[in-house]
């Protein structure tokens, strides 16, 4: 699966919610929880925005800077696809 199959699914759907969930729990093992979403939302517009240093909270308490989010939830498949309104 991974970021090809995401790729495919973004052609379906533009909604940011369904495409992290999609991602988190089904290229993930094991899955991610979807409390995580926030966080995967502020890290992709953080490094849309090419801040890949800013730290963010993420729900288990763990704080990590957004490039460590992106690379470690292999979010860059999202990048500049999507930007927070």
Known sequence: MGS???QGFQEMTDDIDVLLTAHLQ???Y????TAFIPACKKAIDNANDGVWDEKIT??????LTTG???DGLHLDCF??????E
């Open 4 to 6: 090809i199959w995401i």
């Open 26 to 28: 089904g290229n993930h």
């Open 30 to 33: 094991p899955p991610v929880s």
């Open 58 to 63: 993420l729900p288990n308490g763990r704080i």
């Open 68 to 70: 460590a989010i992106i």
């Open 79 to 84: 990048l500049d696809q999507w930007e927070e």
